[in-house]
T-cell receptor, first 109, second 112 residues
C-alpha cells in the first residue's frame, strides 16, 4: 500500500528553527509537495521537490532524498503566523497525489 | 489570473437531506478538477477527479456523486446525507500532470 508518515504535532519557539519530517512509500514517484494549511482554511502550495537535494525559498527550505523515501521542511526565523498544519504529499506513478495527515505546528512566544 | 471559487462556505444539513456543492474556475482552460474531503485531524481524501467535461473518476465508494457539466464547473452532490459525510470539502484544480493544486476556500458541512 501507499503511505505517507509525518509527525502529528510539533511545538517551536518564535524566532527559532523547526524541521518537519516526512517519509513515504508509494507506487512510483513523480515529485513531493509541501502545503501549508491554516486552521479553517484551504491548503496553499509551499514547495516542490523532484530531484534530491535542498530547495530554498526565503525562510522555508525543503529537502528530498529519493533513495531514503524522505523529505523535510525547514522553517527558519519562526513567526507566530507560521502556526499552521503542514501537509506532505507525493505524486505517484499515476500522477495522483498521496497525502499525509499533516503536522500541526504550534509556535510559542 | 486564475481563480477558484466554491460555495456555500458553511452548511448544516439533517441526515437524509440532499447536498449540492459547487465549484467554478476562472482564467484557465481544460483544468483537472478535484473534490477532496478533510475530516478533523486527518489528511486529505480524494473523492473525485475529472480531466474533462463528463469525465469523472471516483476514488472511494460512497453516497456522493460528482458532475462536470461545463469545462470549469464541478459539482459535488448527494441524494441522502449520512452523519459520516460531515467534514471540510475542498475543490481544487491543476493543469496537465502538474501536482501543484490550487484550492477553493472550502465548504464546511455538518450533518446532524
Amino acid at each position: 500500500g501507499q503511505n505517507i508518515d509525518q509527525p502529528t504535532e510539533m511545538t517551536a519557539t518564535e524566532g527559532a528553527i523547526v524541521q518537519i519530517n516526512c517519509t513515504y512509500q508509494t507506487s512510483g514517484f513523480n515529485g513531493l509537495f509541501w502545503y501549508q494549511q491554516h486552521a479553517g482554511e484551504a491548503p496553499t502550495f509551499l514547495s516542490y521537490n523532484v530531484l534530491d537535494g535542498l530547495e530554498e525559498k526565503g525562510r522555508f527550505s525543503s529537502f528530498l532524498s529519493r533513495s531514503k523515501g524522505y523529505s523535510y521542511l525547514l522553517l527558519k526565523e519562526l513567526q507566530m503566523k507560521d502556526s499552521a498544519s503542514y501537509l506532505c504529499a507525493v505524486m505517484d506513478s499515476n500522477y495522483q497525489l498521496i497525502w499525509g495527515a499533516g503536522t500541526k505546528l504550534i509556535i510559542k512566544p | 489570473s486564475q481563480t477558484i471559487h466554491q460555495w456555500p462556505a458553511t452548511l448544516v444539513q439533517p441526515v437524509g437531506s440532499p447536498l449540492s456543492l459547487e465549484c467554478t474556475v476562472e482564467g484557465t482552460s481544460n483544468p483537472n478538477l478535484y473534490w477532496y474531503r478533510q475530516a478533523a485531524g486527518r489528511g486529505l481524501q480524494l473523492l473525485f477527479y475529472s480531466v474533462g467535461i463528463g469525465q469523472i473518476s471516483s476514488e472511494v465508494p460512497q453516497n456522493l456523486s460528482a458532475s462536470r457539466p461545463q469545462d470549469r464547473q464541478f459539482i459535488l452532490s448527494s441524494k441522502k446525507l449520512l452523519l459520516s459525510d460531515s467534514g471540510f470539502y475542498l475543490c481544487a484544480w491543476s493543469v496537465g500532470e502538474s501536482g501543484e493544486l490550487f484550492f477553493g476556500e472550502g465548504s464546511r458541512l455538518t450533518v446532524l
